[in-house]
């Protein structure tokens, strides 16, 4: 079975503060992504990688950046956390060519 | 702008009957389609993948792919309320590195009414 693993399900932090969302995979899947859930807005991708630490841009990268030091764990970095960044987000990982993706639970992020 | 498009909803239906969930998608050269369920709060979980023309049955799910009319479906034989869920349509973005990208609609919500 498919595990994917997020840090917390429920975060509250303050406007300015270093946000770190942590997403770990047991699957040995090359591909990780991030995203966040509006309202009306549907699913967006912020950022993913193909490969230990390879990065890229997906479609809402501003405010956001991204580590991947080890081919399990994928780190989301709020540099310096806004309102507007209250969101759910979600990490999901796939293994190469036409695979799904497959979802964590989720990180229902406050910024105060 | 690449696109997936879903009827928003809600689209309700009686237990019991039959649910139809409707895609349509903008890049031709698209080969992997998905279909997720998701509850409220919760994360999306894949239910469907398709890959070629034609139906595709599990259980008392059928996905219909006509990549000609560019067009993705789901069935939902028996409905029981605990179907009822949004459900996201996703379509691979197939060019240059990003084959294993995916496009969301912004799902279809569907009530089954006991």
Redesign the interface.
């Given at each position: 079975d498919v595990k994917v693993t997020q840090s917390s399900r429920y975060l509250v932090k303050r406007t300015g503060e270093k946000v770190f969302l942590e997403c770990v995979q047991d699957m040995d899947h090359e591909n990780m992504f991030w995203y966040r859930q509006d309202p009306g807005l549907g699913l967006r991708l912020i950022y993913f990688s193909y490969d230990v630490k390879m990065k890229e841009k997906g479609d809402i990268p501003e405010g956001y950046s991204v580590s991947r030091e080890k081919k399990e764990r994928f780190s989301l970095i709020l540099e310096s956390a806004s309102t507007n960044q209250t969101s759910m987000y979600l990490c999901a990982t796939k293994r190469g060519g036409n695979q799904p993706q497959h979802f964590g639970d989720g990180t229902r992020l406050s910024i105060l | 702008q690449k696109e997936v498009e879903q009827n928003s909803g809600p689209l309700s239906v009686p237990e019991g009957a039959i649910a139809s969930l409707n895609c349509t998608y903008s890049d031709r050269v698209s080969?992997?389609f998905?279909w997720?369920r998701q509850y409220s709060g919760?994360?999306?979980?894949?239910i469907m993948?398709i890959?070629s023309n034609g139906d595709k049955e599990d259980g008392r799910f059928t996905a219909q792919l006509n990549k000609a009319s560019q067009y993705v479906s789901l069935l939902i034989r028996d409905s029981q309320p605990s179907d009822s869920a949004t459900y996201?349509c996703?379509v691979?973005r197939d060019y240059g590195?990003?084959?294993?990208?995916?496009i969301?609609?912004?799902?279809t919500k569907l009530s089954v009414k006991p």
């Amino acid at each position: 079975d498919v595990k994917v693993t997020q840090s917390s399900r429920y975060l509250v932090k303050r406007t300015g503060e270093k946000v770190f969302l942590e997403c770990v995979q047991d699957m040995d899947h090359e591909n990780m992504f991030w995203y966040r859930q509006d309202p009306g807005l549907g699913l967006r991708l912020i950022y993913f990688s193909y490969d230990v630490k390879m990065k890229e841009k997906g479609d809402i990268p501003e405010g956001y950046s991204v580590s991947r030091e080890k081919k399990e764990r994928f780190s989301l970095i709020l540099e310096s956390a806004s309102t507007n960044q209250t969101s759910m987000y979600l990490c999901a990982t796939k293994r190469g060519g036409n695979q799904p993706q497959h979802f964590g639970d989720g990180t229902r992020l406050s910024i105060l | 702008q690449k696109e997936v498009e879903q009827n928003s909803g809600p689209l309700s239906v009686p237990e019991g009957a039959i649910a139809s969930l409707n895609c349509t998608y903008s890049d031709r050269v698209s080969q992997s389609f998905f279909w997720y369920r998701q509850y409220s709060g919760k994360s999306p979980e894949l239910i469907m993948s398709i890959y070629s023309n034609g139906d595709k049955e599990d259980g008392r799910f059928t996905a219909q792919l006509n990549k000609a009319s560019q067009y993705v479906s789901l069935l939902i034989r028996d409905s029981q309320p605990s179907d009822s869920a949004t459900y996201l349509c996703a379509v691979n973005r197939d060019y240059g590195g990003s084959q294993g990208n995916l496009i969301f609609g912004k799902g279809t919500k569907l009530s089954v009414k006991p």
